[in-house]
């Protein structure tokens, strides 16, 4: 049986093609940003709204300002600029009235849509010729991997070792990149 941590094995591969993942997505928020002519933490707000909007849960500010690493301070500008831009609206919260919920507005569903429409298609046209089964697999993995990365421990550990079959990136080993010209995902 091969080693799934070797160069070539499955568990590198699978690292580097989300390293690889990342840094596109990096470049197409940076697109994104600079063809809507907006602010990165102003995009990555709405982008924050609409997927929690997708999981049906309520966005305050102060979750705002804790997804964007910011003060609460400077949720508010970016909140205030937002609305004034017509991309949110804040309605009352009903159960603590101090507080409020930001929610998306059409327009800015149609401004993200009319930009993010070149993306989305080329996303749409892989995922039409991709098994679907494949496409369980790939997207149980990517949740599985989303929610250990937003919390590490939270994890269940039905080995000793939780780390046992993948790499070592200690930082002596970090001179190796995770993807080269030899690499069989580049």
Excluded: W, Y
Excluded at 52 to 80: C, F, K, M, N, Y
Aim: hydrophobic share 40%.
């Amino acid at each position: 049986m091969s080693d799934p941590a070797a160069p070539d094995g499955p568990a590198l591969r699978a690292l580097r093609a989300v390293q690889l993942l990342t840094d596109s997505l990096d470049r197409m928020h940076s697109d994104l940003t600079r063809r809507m002519e907006m602010h990165t933490s102003d995009l990555r707000a709405l982008r924050m709204l609409a997927i929690r909007e997708q999981q049906v849960e309520t966005v305050t500010p102060h979750a705002i300002a804790e997804h964007l690493g910011i003060t609460t301070a400077a949720a508010t500008s970016l909140i205030d600029r937002l609305a004034r831009d017509g991309f949110v609206e804040r309605t009352r919260h009903p159960e603590d009235g101090r507080s409020r919920i930001i929610t998306l507005t059409p327009a800015a569903r149609q401004h993200f849509f009319t930009h993010f429409s070149g993306h989305l298609g080329a996303m749409n046209r892989l995922i039409e010729t991709t098994d679907a089964e494949d496409l369980t697999t790939i997207a149980r993995f990517l949740e599985t991997l989303s929610a250990r990365i937003t919390q590490p421990d939270a994890g269940p550990s039905d080995s000793a070792q939780p780390d046992a079959g993948l790499p070592n990136f200690s930082p002596e080993n970090s001179a190796q990149p995770l993807a080269s010209k030899d690499s069989p995902i580049s």
